[in-house]
């Protein structure tokens, strides 16, 4: 099955350091979704993006939805230890009601904040 | 606020036993998912249902199966373990609303181990 290719892979950064990831598909897709995982626990939904070129904030993070649609980036400003964890994109080529959203995951970036 | 929960966290099974994961969920979400998720890989989703009654086959659906028997549950079947089967698993439940496929919501995992 298709994945994304995520990268980087795993990051080692200081507290206060802004941090830069991607995620890139051969494929097109009609949504990209950025989630968080914690040790122990399941993915936490932090950004959801609907249209190409649509850049989204959450608090310190910036999404943006590449306008080739083959592509999102997340960045994390100002980190802090509790930006801890595995960030996934994932991406969605269906859309419309009936329809379930068929996610196709990345392999994840590994974020590691020191102080 | 429940959201999706997993029973049981964990399990270790020998291989040729059977076992079923029960994920349930409080937010009256129409759809619900299977993944498992392997060290180094994103989650790759087994089996998803768009409603009540209804399944369907995902990325690895093979050694699995599911059912939806009533609209807040989702149940994940082993009928015969493997040690392929090692693996965490993920249940996911999301909306159904309008022209966009609303984000999945997970529950903590539950990790299974087959010896």
């Known amino acids: 099955g298709q994945q994304l290719n995520q990268s980087p892979q795993s990051m080692f950064i200081q507290e206060g350091e802004d941090v830069s990831m991607n995620c890139t598909s051969s494929?097109?897709?009609?949504?990209w979704l950025w989630y968080k995982q914690e040790p122990g626990e399941g993915p936490v939904l932090l950004i959801a993006?609907?249209?190409?070129?649509e850049l989204t904030s959450n608090g310190r993070l910036t999404a943006q939805f590449g306008i080739t649609r083959k592509d999102s980036f997340l960045n994390i400003s100002a980190s802090i230890p509790s930006d801890v964890g595995i960030y996934f994109c994932?991406?969605?080529?269906?859309?419309?009601?009936?329809?379930?959203?068929?996610?196709?995951f990345g392999t994840g970036t590994r974020l590691q904040v020191t102080l | 606020n429940a959201g999706v929960t997993q029973t049981p966290k964990f399990r270790v099974l020998k291989t040729g036993q059977s076992m079923t994961l029960l994920c349930a969920q409080d937010?009256?979400?129409?759809?619900m998912y299977w993944y498992r998720q392997d060290p180094g890989m994103g989650l790759r989703l087994i089996h998803y249902?768009?409603?009540?009654?209804?399944?369907a086959k995902g990325e690895v659906p093979d050694g699995y199966n599911v059912s939806r028997l009533k609209k807040q549950n989702f149940l994940l079947g082993l009928e015969s373990a493997a040690p392929s089967q090692t693996s965490v698993y993920f249940c996911?439940?999301?909306?159904?609303?309008?022209?966009?496929?609303?984000?999945?919501?997970f529950g903590d995992g539950t990790r299974l181990s087959i010896l």
């Open positions: 996911a439940s999301s909306y159904s609303r309008g022209s966009y496929n609303q984000p999945q919501h």
């Open positions: 494929s097109i897709f009609n949504t």
């Open positions: 993006l609907y249209k190409a070129g």
């Open positions: 994932a991406g969605l080529l269906e859309r419309g009601t009936g329809t379930a959203s068929k996610l196709t």
């Open positions: 937010m009256n979400h129409e759809y």
């Open positions: 249902s768009v409603g009540e009654g209804t399944t």
